[in-house]
């Protein structure tokens, strides 16, 4: 079974700062997922990654296969980022995604 | 528009008695899939679901059953609930799941609490 560590659990900055959240995995995957979920909300898909680099707006997903590493940066950091941040991998198995504990983000203004 | 859709929302239940969550998806997805999420152990596989008439367990189990008799819908099933289910259940659906990675689609999560 997969073991999906993030760093860190709770991430406190100031509005503009530059953000990173990490996430390492044990095993080999298909597929990494980064997903947010607000206070008292839903989860929602950010990214999906194999391999390289993702984009959407401020936003950016790198993912490093060899080294079993990814993390998620936000650029120009807004209260509205506020949320906890998930990776989630899958393994090519049928078995569904394996789960990190998330990260707990706060932006202030 | 696509979505997944999870009913009730909200749900305080007693011990041992049955409720069904349900769990709707539009998008013809073949993957259905069940987690709980808990404070301090992150979400956790309950059951999934590769197509109609096809389910198997996930990493907790015990106390819940399921069923997919038709492609667009996966109930979650407590037929005796107990309060070590009071948790935040979330359903979730993508085109299949495999040697590719597929992007997973979650419902609003129904928060149960079982006294």
């Known amino acids: 079974k997969n073991e999906v560590e993030q760093s860190p659990q709770n991430l406190t900055a100031q509005e503009g700062e530059f953000i990173t959240i990490n996430c390492s995995y044990s095993?080999?995957?298909?597929?990494l997922h980064w997903l947010q979920q607000h206070p008292g909300g839903g989860i929602v898909s950010l990214f999906m990654l194999s391999s390289g680099k993702k984009k959407h707006g401020r936003l950016i997903a790198t993912i490093n296969i060899q080294e079993k590493h990814s993390s998620l940066h936000i650029t120009a950091s807004h209260p509205r980022d506020s949320a906890v941040y998930i990776c989630a991998v899958s393994g090519g198995g049928a078995d569904g995604l394996t789960f990190g504990k998330g990260t707990h983000l706060i932006i202030q203004p | 528009e696509a979505q997944v859709t999870q009913n009730p929302r909200y749900l305080i239940t007693v011990t041992g008695k049955k409720l069904t969550v349900t769990c709707s998806q539009n998008m013809n997805h073949e993957y259905m899939s069940w987690y709980r999420q808990d404070p301090g152990l992150g979400l956790r596989q309950i059951y999934y679901?590769?197509?109609?008439?096809?389910?198997d367990k996930g990493d907790v189990p015990e106390g819940y059953k399921v069923s997919r008799k038709e492609k667009r819908n996966f109930p979650l099933i407590l037929e005796s609930p107990s309060p070590n289910q009071t948790s935040l259940y979330f359903c979730a659906s993508s085109l299949s799941m495999g040697h590719k990675g597929y992007e997973q689609y979650f419902g609003p999560g129904t928060r149960l609490t079982v006294t």
């Open positions: 095993v080999g995957i298909s597929a």
């Open positions: 679901s590769m197509n109609v008439e096809v389910t």
